[in-house]
T-cell receptor
Framework: GAVVSQHPSRVICKSGTSVKIECRSL??????MFWYRQFPKQSLMLMAT?????????EQGVEKDKFLINHASLTLSTLTVTSAHPEDSSFYIC?????????????FGPGTRLLVL | QKEVEQNSGPLSVPEGAIASLNCTYS??????FFWYRQYSGKSPELIMS????GDKEDGRFTAQLNKASQYVSLLIRDSQPSDSATYLC?????????????FGTGTRLTIIP
């Protein structure tokens, strides 16, 4: 199966700082990447859909100026949490597809656990 | 009505028995259905995908799809303690962009040795 990596796996930062999370597809070209957030004991919540070379599409209620997404190449998307606050502490997970269209399988990265102090 | 519904569990099944996980969805236009397994503290991993009515078998896992009833299930035969995890049902959301998936809240499965 397709392999997706994320870096870092865990990050602790002070309130007010920015954190960048990288998502890479290792063995396929990811036309579309998705960013999810998961709070403890809750399901995955889609934050945004990222297409290579174009602006990300954010879900309702997700602040695009706070969660900056860049998908500059077919193998890399980044999520930057700007001016992070304790309520942003969560498990951030990316997934990727090869752009094959409707219903294509999403392969997930291992996730990044963010703790904002 | 939630778009994708699952019984949250916990569902307890003796080792060696069959575990049955169920999922219903509301959008009749949905075409692709997935089961993911998520261990505590980890990200989801794909178990099965199914696109046509009927059964699809892969090892100990069988996915069943009934589009008329808007129902998809996952059977796990010969359950093992390592199958203990949360199982997420995901359905593509054609009305919101074909590649997006809508996830259920997951069913927590515990296999009792």
């Amino acid at each position: 199966g397709a392999v997706v990596s994320q870096h870092p796996s865990r990050v602790i930062c002070k309130s007010g700082t920015s954190v960048k999370i990288e998502c890479r597809s290792l063995d396929f070209q990811a036309t579309t990447m998705f960013w999810y957030r998961q709070f403890p004991k809750q399901s995955l919540m889609l934050m945004a859909t990222s297409n290579e070379g174009s602006k990300a599409t954010y879900e309702q209620g997700v602040e695009k100026d706070k969660f900056l997404i860049n998908h500059a190449s077919l193998t890399l998307s980044t999520l930057t949490v700007t001016s992070a606050h304790p309520e942003d502490s969560s498990f951030y997970i990316c997934s990727a597809t090869g752009g094959g269209g409707a219903g294509e399988t999403q392969y997930f990265g291992p996730g990044t656990r963010l703790l904002v102090l | 009505q939630k778009e994708v519904e699952q019984n949250s569990g916990p569902l307890s099944v003796p080792e060696g028995a069959i575990a049955s996980l169920n999922c219903t969805y509301s959008d009749r236009g949905s075409q692709s259905f997935f089961w993911y397994r998520q261990y505590s503290g980890k990200s989801p991993e794909l178990i099965m995908s199914i696109y046509s009515n009927g059964d699809k078998e892969d090892g100990r896992f069988t996915a069943q799809l009934n589009k008329a009833s808007q129902y998809v299930s996952l059977l796990i035969r010969d359950s093992q303690p390592s199958d203990s995890a949360t199982y997420l049902c995901a359905v593509n959301a054609p009305n919101f962009g074909n590649e997006k998936l809508t996830f259920g809240t997951g069913t927590r499965l515990t296999i009792i040795p």
